[in-house]
């Protein structure tokens, strides 16, 4: 048998390693820590671009490039070049008329003369007078054409981009086939709109005039679409023109219709066109402000290209609702900056791709959201972040390598992991290696036990430890001030980066430990793992730590054998309570009634052997006497870190508490 090497083409390469964004989620989760949401963290990141990728622009880039386009395109030059030109060239054509016939003293050139005294002052006007004109001068007849010439080529190439190509031969039977193609365009759209039309048609239809469409479309969609942006652009012109000069040009743009003949056949296109894509700017006016006056094909490329970036422009802002980078028109970016942007926008869509794909984020209702694998992850960054903060001489206390080994096993096994000290489950690990395929055969060279039928060999990954009972597990309770206050003091992202570091290190530290987010403004509410990434603070007025106090001694009760373990995260005194109707009641400054019930919670507390240890993140003489009355009734503790130093404190007393117990 043979074979044949090369490139895999079926399809994405099924070997290959799949693509990191673990440093695109590091970045949002930095900006997320900071008190964004997943959504604007994602935006952020494609509008700044690829962590470690200079050579990649991001979406503000682009943008910059886009506008620096647009800026040149509004200097290049007037919209009324071709009414400039049209009268320059009439005006020679007369005056070339008027040099040939002043010699002459006959009677026919005074009544010539009189003839062209009276051509009208507007350039259609005056063409179409001395259209049947008997031209004297032979210079003053080829200028005439030339004129003629030059209005049917502007007017065709401003709708039909490369017609000045399919016109520059004089034998009238390139506009005889101009005429053609007209026909067969329009019978080809009536069809479309009937249902009849097909690919081989046009196919057909492209092989016959396909050099009269340098954009090569390759199907009707993607002719129809050129050619209403330019009928379009064309309109947009008349639109941003004066009146008198638009009135002067779309004569002028009648008149050389009617002169080729198409006047007719380009009614029916454009009709067709404005109903099959109403969507574009047909009238609306744009202003250049360049000196050079520009031909109206010049003029029409310049407002299609204007359209194009201004689309492009709001597309790239990615600023409204549910917007994602396939929105970004691929083949606008390529016309605008060339292919070189569109390798970005691809680098950029890989990223949003994969970040889904790989089920970090998720869409529900239009919205983004991070899924639990990325708030793990989140919340080992945060923890981090705050081990990285504390000293190295106190960060050995908190690894517990040794934690239950002398503890009841629990018949459950785990991976083993470089320190673990538990016992190594014989059975799982010989069956891990058996799974994997770890068997020798027969005669196997090499190695102990070489050559013993049904030997297995381990690996690393085979082994597995036995679990075993801790000696003593914690109920752990974190109370974080939702209220507005938090966000007016920049507290509130510490608050969230805090709630994920406490979250993460008991799942991987202490996961025999129960633990319970409670998030309070004018009510509380429990706060699952997967909301803590993208949770924002309540704009209500109101600090209830009575219902959150409520709420955690109920979590306490569900587990009256564990350690019980509450933190509270606030900077205010309670300022509302919880009605027997279930309704909240707010009052500032706080009410007796307020400070009794929330007060006659902590007493619960402190029945329940939990001690209260509070963060206090405002230094207000009210809140720090409320905090002192829970510290005596309780005998927790209080602290009153800065923002930037709130997660390594939380931690720390945690760690503290659960090292004592």
């Known amino acids: 048998m043979s074979y044949r090497y090369g490139e895999y083409r079926d399809g994405p390469d099924p070997l290959a390693p799949p693509y990191d964004v673990r440093a695109a989620l590091d970045r949002m989760g930095d900006a997320i820590l900071s008190g964004s949401n997943p959504g604007h963290a994602l ?81 259609a006007g005056a063409i179409q007078s001395l259209s049947p004109y008997d031209w004297r001068s032979a210079a003053a007849r080829r200028t005439f054409d030339e004129l003629r010439d030059l209005l049917r080529r502007e007017v065709l190439d401003s709708q039909f981009r490369g017609m000045r190509q399919a016109l520059a031969d004089p034998d009238p039977a390139a506009l005889e086939r101009v005429r053609r193609m007209m026909g067969d365009l329009n019978g080809m759209l009536d069809r479309d709109a009937r249902g009849e039309h097909t690919q081989e048609d046009f196919d057909r239809f492209m092989a016959e005039y396909g050099d009269m469409f340098p954009e090569s479309p390759r199907n009707l969609e993607e002719l129809v679409d050129t050619l209403a942006r330019r009928a379009a652009a064309t309109a947009r012109l008349l639109a941003s023109l004066t009146p008198a000069q638009r009135e002067e040009l779309a004569n ?119 899924t639990p694998k990325a708030v793990r992850r989140l919340g080992e960054t945060a923890l981090r972040r705050v081990f990285a903060s504390l000293d190295s001489g106190r960060r050995g206390d908190h690894d517990q390598t040794d934690a239950g080994a002398a503890g009841e096993l629990t018949g459950s096994t785990r991976p083993w992991r470089f320190g673990n000290e538990q016992p190594i489950d014989v059975v799982r690990t010989v069956v891990n290696g058996v799974r994997r395929g770890g068997i020798r055969p027969a ?14 060999t381990l690996s690393v990954d085979d082994f597995e430890v036995a679990e075993t009972e801790r000696r003593t597990a914690a109920a752990v309770c974190l109370l974080v001030d939702l209220s507005y206050s938090m966000a007016l003091r920049g507290t509130w992202a510490a608050a969230k980066q805090t709630a994920l570091a406490l979250q993460a290190l008991v799942a991987a530290k202490f996961p025999q430990d129960s633990v319970q987010i409670i998030g309070f403004s004018n009510y509380a509410r429990i706060l699952q793992p997967d909301e803590l990434a993208g949770l924002e603070w309540d704009m209500v007025q109101g600090t209830n730590l009575h219902h959150a106090l ?57 029945r329940r052997r939990a001690t209260l240890n509070v963060f206090m993140l405002a230094e207000d003489e009210r809140l720090k006497e409320f905090v002192d009355e829970v510290a005596r009734r309780n005998g927790g503790r209080v602290f009153s870190p800065s923002a930037d130093r709130l997660g390594e404190y939380v931690v720390s007393d945690f760690l503290r508490t659960r090292r004592r117990r």
């Open 550 to 606: 409520l709420i955690a001694g109920r979590h306490l009760d569900r587990h009256p054998d564990f350690e019980p373990v509450v933190l509270v995260v606030t900077d205010g005194e309670p300022t509302s309570h919880l009605r027997r109707n279930g309704t909240y009641a707010f009052e500032w400054p706080p009410t007796r009634e307020t400070l009794e019930l929330t007060l006659a919670e902590v007493d619960k507390m402190t």
């Open 252 to 370: 002028l743009v009648s008149q050389a219709l009617e002169d080729a003949g198409l006047a007719e056949q380009m009614r029916r296109l454009g009709e067709s066109l404005r109903s099959r894509r109403p969507d574009l700017a047909w009238n609306t006016p744009e202003r250049l402000t360049g000196d050079t006056p520009m031909g109206m094909a010049d003029a029409v490329t310049a407002l299609d290209e204007l359209a194009d970036l201004t689309q492009l422009e709001a597309s790239l802002r990615q600023d409204y609702p549910g917007a994602r980078l396939d929105d970004i028109d691929e083949g606008a970016v390529r016309r605008a900056l060339g292919r070189s942007a569109v390798d970005d926008l691809e680098a950029l869509r890989r990223i949003e791709r994969e970040l889904e794909r790989q089920g970090y984020l998720q869409r529900r209702r239009g919205r983004l959201e991070l």
């Open 443 to 456: 005669g196997h060279a090499g190695g102990r036990g070489a050559g013993r039928p049904g030997a297995v």
């Open 43 to 123: 935006r952020d990141l494609l509008r700044q671009g690829l962590p470690g990728a200079e050579d990649r622009r991001g979406l503000d880039d682009l943008l910059r490039e886009v506008r620096r386009r647009r800026r040149e395109l509004r200097e290049r030059g007037r919209l009324d070049g071709t009414l400039e030109r049209a009268r320059a060239l009439l005006d020679k054509a007369i005056g070339q008329e008027r040099a040939e016939l002043f010699p002459d003293p006959s009677d026919d050139a005074r009544f010539r003369e009189s003839l062209l005294d009276g051509v009208p002052d507007d350039p």
